[in-house]
C-alpha cells in the first residue's frame, strides 16, 4: 500500500468547514484513498473513499487532485463531536488478488473549538 | 444490528499471564484484523484473516497468536512472551469484495500489572 502523509494536528472554530489534507505521492492506479476518523478511546469509524472522482455523503466530502497525488476530506460544518483523530490510507480496490491487509498510520489529529 | 463485538472492555492480568481477547462478527464478513494502538500513536497490525482457518502475521505478530475456526469469531491470545503487552487492541472485519471499508470494534484496554 501507498504511504501517506497528514500534518500531525489542526484546529477549526465550530460552524466552519475542517479541510484536512493528505499527501500520496506515490500512489499507483489501482489505489482508492479511504478516510476513517478515531473519537478517543473508540474504534476508527469509516467516512468515505474515493478513486479519482470528488465524492460526497452524509458525513464529509472528498476531493482529490486530477494527478491524485493528494486529497482533502471536508467537514463542511464542523461540530464538538467531529473532535477526532482522522486517517486517510490508501489501498487497492478488489480484482487485484491478495490479501486486502488495512494499514493505518498516526492520522492528524482535529480540534473543533467552540 | 449487525456489529462487531469485543469483550471485555477492560481487561487487568498479572505478568507472565497469557489473556485471550474475544472479537465477534455477525456481518457476514470474510476477512477479519487485529491492531494495536499505544497512547499517542497509529493503528499497528498484528494479524490478519482473509478466510477461516487461514490468517497471516501484520507486522507485530511476535508475542502474540490468533486462531480462525469460525467464520465470525477471530480470538487474539496476548502470550508471555509479548514484552510489552499493556495497550488497546482493535478487531475490525470488512468484505473481501466490492469496497472493503473496515468495521471495527470499540476496543480492549489490556493492562499487565
Known amino acids: 500500500d501507498a504511504k501517506t502523509t497528514q500534518p500531525t494536528s489542526m484546529d477549526c472554530a465550530e460552524g466552519r468547514a475542517a479541510n484536512l489534507p493528505c499527501n500520496h505521492s506515490?500512489?499507483?492506479?489501482?489505489?482508492?484513498v479511504y478516510w476513517y476518523r478515531q473519537i478517543h478511546s473508540q474504534g476508527p469509524q469509516y467516512i468515505i473513499h474515493g478513486l479519482k472522482n470528488n465524492e460526497t455523503n452524509e458525513m464529509a466530502s472528498l476531493i482529490i487532485t486530477e494527478d491524485r497525488k493528494s486529497s482533502t476530506l471536508i467537514l463542511p460544518h464542523a461540530t464538538l463531536r467531529d473532535t477526532a483523530v482522522y486517517y486517510c490510507?490508501?489501498?487497492?480496490?478488489?480484482?487485484?488478488?491478495?490479501?486486502?491487509?488495512?494499514?493505518f498510520g498516526i492520522g492528524t489529529k482535529l480540534q473543533v473549538i467552540p | 444490528d449487525g456489529g462487531i463485538t469485543q469483550s471485555p472492555k477492560y481487561l487487568f492480568r498479572k505478568e507472565g499471564q497469557n489473556v485471550t481477547l474475544s472479537c465477534e462478527q455477525n456481518?457476514?464478513?470474510?476477512?477479519m484484523y487485529w491492531y494495536r494502538q499505544d497512547p499517542g500513536q497509529g493503528l499497528r497490525l498484528i494479524y490478519y484473516s482473509q478466510i477461516v482457518n487461514d490468517f497471516q502475521k501484520g507486522d507485530i505478530a511476535e508475542g502474540y497468536s490468533v486462531s480462525r475456526e469460525k467464520k465470525e469469531s477471530f480470538p487474539l491470545t496476548v502470550t508471555s512472551a509479548q514484552k510489552n503487552p499493556t495497550a488497546f487492541y482493535l478487531c475490525?472485519?470488512?468484505?473481501?469484495?466490492?469496497?472493503?471499508?473496515?468495521?471495527f470494534g470499540q476496543g480492549t484496554r489490556l493492562t499487565v500489572v
Open positions: 456481518l457476514n464478513h470474510d476477512a
Open positions: 475490525a472485519s470488512s468484505r473481501t469484495t466490492g469496497f472493503p471499508e473496515a468495521f
Open positions: 506515490t500512489i499507483s492506479g489501482n489505489e482508492y
Open positions: 490510507i490508501v489501498r487497492v480496490g478488489f480484482n487485484s488478488g491478495g490479501y486486502q491487509k488495512v494499514t
